[in-house]
Nanobody, 129 residues
Framework: VQLQASGGGFVQAGGSLRLSCKPS????????VAWFRQTLGKEREFVAA????????LYADSVKGRFTISRENSKNTVYLQMNKLNLTDTAVYYC???????????????????????WGQGTLVTVSS
């Protein structure tokens, strides 16, 4: 399965964007999903994660209070609502699945990159001043 992130674009500092993540060919409604981001020359960093039901979330300190992760399992989609964007939020945003955290094994969420799999192509978010 591959995940497709969409919704990126250009936005002024202080503005908002909503990203969407959908799998191709399969459902991911029974699994935890996370958003990561990456800028040129830097490691891919954790942004936010959500468990299979949407009842548990985890955020990086840098986005806490500004970003909200959510999901609609009926639409097989995970969202990242990004508000109060600033220049440091400019990056390619990726979504990925944690195959070890599921409906039947709902352990605490993690921001460790190696726990996630099925990365897609990402969507570019550019914040301008």
């Amino acid at each position: 399965v591959q995940l497709q992130a969409s919704g990126g674009g250009f936005v002024q500092a202080g503005g908002s964007l909503r990203l969407s993540c959908k799998p191709s060919g399969r459902t991911f409604s029974n699994y935890a999903v996370a958003w990561f981001r990456q800028t040129l020359g830097k490691e891919r960093e954790f942004v936010a994660a959500i468990n299979w039901s949407g009842g548990s979330t985890l955020y990086a300190d840098s986005v806490k209070g500004r970003f909200t992760i959510s999901r609609e399992n009926s639409k097989n989609t995970v969202y990242l609502q990004m508000n109060k964007l600033n220049l440091t939020d400019t990056a390619v945003y990726y979504c990925a699945v944690d195959p070890t955290r599921s409906r039947s094994r709902d352990s605490p969420l993690t921001g460790i990159r190696s726990a996630y799999d099925y990365w897609g192509q990402g969507t570019l978010v550019t914040v301008s001043s």
